[in-house]
């Protein structure tokens, strides 16, 4: 196990770390304040792909935490990312919102209905049966299959959604098809955060609240990875993994101390 004293740029999530339902957790206002201060690299990452990274940044602002939009990293501009290094200047046919239209045209990449290279499906609360159908129709004529994260289910005041892993689901029992999933846990969504602020695996640090997909995936990338107990995890939860992060805290406040 690495030493936090040998970290350098950090990587953290948001919902359960920072925030719970637009209110910030104790510490997260100063961490922030502190890596802006002392220009250390950071990003905020998440998985959610509705919005955009203003639109977060200005979310955040009104819950008290001050997080420039050029230090938010989501799962609809990491699977842009990935898109545009796979076939740069495609086209893609998009189920989602302006948080993966944006970061797709920001790329470069074109929205057609006519064969597309990719179909994406992000975070969306405007679901249709025409779209669905429409991209069961193109994948089945051959447009590559993509997720940005694959979350079932979001929370709501009241109650659970579905989310984007609900209706990729329903696609792939209708083609046959899984699709790629960018977001977490996958550790290209890191890997992809890091090239952005310009960090190395050995110095960074991720900040998670989920053992099944910042845990695991911060160790996967080889990352100092944090568990806080604000969020989902509790010590029930971390036992039934056969996987342990780097620190258990409980919170970010402690990161301060």
């Given at each position: 196990?690495?030493?936090?004293?040998?970290?350098?740029?950090?990587?953290?999530?948001?919902?359960?770390?920072?925030?719970?339902?637009?209110?910030?957790?104790?510490?997260?206002?100063?961490?922030?304040?502190?890596?802006?201060?002392?220009?250390?690299?950071?990003?905020?990452?998440?998985?959610?792909?509705?919005?955009?990274?203003?639109?977060?940044?200005a979310r955040l602002r009104a819950s008290g935490l001050n997080v420039p939009e050029d230090r938010i990293?989501?799962?609809?501009?990491?699977?842009?990312?990935?898109?545009?290094?796979?076939?740069?200047?495609?086209?893609?046919?998009?189920?989602?919102?302006?948080?993966?239209?944006?970061?797709?045209?920001?790329?470069?990449?074109?929205?057609?209905?006519?064969?597309?290279?990719?179909?994406?499906?992000?975070?969306?609360?405007?679901?249709?049966?025409?779209?669905?159908?429409?991209?069961?129709?193109?994948?089945?004529?051959?447009?590559?299959?993509?997720?940005?994260?694959?979350?079932?289910?979001?929370?709501?005041?009241?109650?659970?959604?579905?989310?984007?892993?609900?209706?990729?689901?329903?696609?792939?029992?209708?083609?046959?098809?899984?699709?790629?999933?960018?977001?977490?846990?996958?550790?290209?969504?890191?890997?992809?955060?890091?090239?952005?602020?310009?960090?190395?695996?050995?110095s960074t640090a991720m900040i998670g609240d989920r053992m099944d997909t910042d845990i695991v995936a911060?160790?996967?990338?080889?990352?100092h990875t944090v568990l806080v107990l604000t969020g989902i995890a509790d010590q029930t939860e971390i036992?039934?993994?056969?996987?342990?992060?780097?620190?258990?805290?409980?919170?970010?406040?402690?990161?301060?101390?």
């Open positions: 196990m690495r030493d936090r004293s040998e970290i350098t740029s950090w990587l953290t999530d948001m919902d359960g770390v920072l925030v719970h339902e637009n209110t910030p957790l104790p510490g997260a206002a100063d961490l922030i304040r502190h890596w802006t201060e002392t220009d250390t690299p950071f990003l905020v990452l998440t998985n959610n792909s509705i919005f955009t990274p203003r639109d977060l940044a990293w989501t799962s609809a501009l990491a699977t842009a990312d990935f898109c545009a290094s796979q076939i740069p200047g495609g086209s893609a046919f998009v189920i989602g919102e302006a948080g993966i239209t944006t970061a797709l045209h920001e790329v470069g990449f074109i929205m057609t209905e006519t064969n597309p290279d990719y179909v994406v499906v992000g975070e969306t609360r405007n679901y249709s049966f025409e779209a669905i159908t429409r991209a069961i129709r193109l994948i089945n004529t051959g447009s590559r299959f993509i997720a940005t994260n694959p979350d079932a289910t979001g929370p709501s005041a009241d109650g659970v959604l579905p989310a984007t892993g609900a209706v990729t689901a329903l696609i792939s029992k209708a083609t046959g098809k899984e699709p790629y999933v960018v977001g977490k846990p996958n550790p290209m969504m890191f890997r992809s955060a890091m090239n952005r602020i310009g960090a190395h695996s050995e911060g160790i996967e990338a080889g990352l036992e039934k993994y056969p996987f342990r992060p780097d620190e258990i805290l409980s919170g970010v406040h402690e990161l301060l101390e």
